[in-house]
C-alpha cells in the first residue's frame, strides 16, 4: 500500500467496487495511471527510517506494469513518463502492484487495520510517487541495521499522520502473519511519528491494496487481514 491519494478518490473506487461495475484504469481517467512494463519500486511491504520530516523507506525493485496517481505536470508529463527518464538517470519511482505475500491463506503477511481514531497520533509513510535513489541498492543507509541487498532501493516518500479528532476512515499497514496483536504498536505514537530517528511502516487508507489491484489487474485479491483487538 503506497498510496497518498484523496478521500474523495479512495470512495470513488470503493464505489465502484460496492456496485459491482467493471473498474479498470478506463474507467476512471485522469484519476490513476497504469505504467506498463517498466521498472519501478514496490513499496507496500517497506519500513522506513524518518530523517527531518521525511521518511526513507526500503523498496523492492520491480519491472512489469503498475499503477498510482498519475501526478501530471508540464506537458505530457505524468508518473510514468517520469519513471521512464529515470532509467538512465540514477531514478525510479514508487508506484503500486499487488504484494503476493498478503495473498490468504499461504502468505507470511497480512493487512493490518489502523482505526481512524489512533490515538494520540498515527503515522505512516506515504510513497505512492516518491523519488527513490538506484545509487542506494547494496549500501547502508541510516535507520537500516543491515546494508540494502541488490533489488532494494531507497525512496523518499512524505508522512502521513492521523489526527484522531477529524479521522474518517483508517488506514493499512504490512505486518506479520499470522496476527500478532503487539504489532498494532505500530500504528501509533510513540512508535509511529514524524520525528527525526522513528521508525514507520508504509500505510494507505483502508481498502486501497484492494481497490488498486482490481484497477490493475481487474481481479480482487483474497488477502490475510488483521483486526484492531
Do not use: W
Amino acid at each position: 500500500m503506497t498510496m497518498s491519494f484523496s478521500k474523495s478518490t479512495l470512495f470513488f473506487g470503493l464505489g465502484l467496487l460496492m456496485t459491482g461495475g467493471a473498474i479498470r484504469a478506463q474507467d476512471a481517467p485522469g484519476i490513476f495511471k497504469i505504467c506498463q512494463r517498466q521498472t519501478y519500486a514496490l513499496c507496500a511491504l517497506a519500513s522506513c527510517f524518518v530523517m527531518d520530516g521525511v521518511s526513507y523507506c526500503k523498496c523492492d525493485v520491480k519491472f512489469g506494469n503498475s499503477i498510482s496517481e498519475p501526478f501530471n505536470y508540464g506537458k505530457d508529463q505524468d508518473v510514468c513518463t517520469t519513471n521512464a527518464e529515470g532509467v538512465e538517470n540514477g531514478y525510479m519511482v514508487s508506484t503500486y502492484s499487488y504484494p503476493e505475500s498478503v495473498s490468504a491463506p499461504l502468505g507470511n503477511q497480512a493487512l493490518y487495520d489502523c482505526p481512524a481514531t489512533t490515538s494520540p497520533y498515527g503515522a505512516s509513510a506515504q510513497c505512492d510517487g516518491g523519488i527513490c535513489f538506484k545509487s542506494t541498492e547494496g549500501q547502508s543507509f541510516p535507520g537500516f541495521a543491515k546494508p540494502l541487498t541488490h533489488g532494494e532501493i531507497i525512496c523518499s516518500c512524505p508522512i502521513a499522520v492521523t489526527d484522531p479528532a477529524t479521522a474518517k476512515v483508517g488506514f493499512q499497514i504490512v505486518g506479520p502473519y499470522p496476527c500478532q496483536p503487539s504489532f498494532f504498536k505500530n500504528c501509533a505514537s510513540p512508535t509511529a511519528n514524524p520525528t527525526t530517528g522513528a521508525s514507520l511502516y508504509v500505510g494507505a487508507p483502508t481498502g486501497t491494496a484492494i481497490i488498486l489491484t482490481h484497477l490493475l489487474t481487474g481481479q480482487t485479491p483474497v488477502v490475510n487481514r488483521c483486526l484492531a483487538p
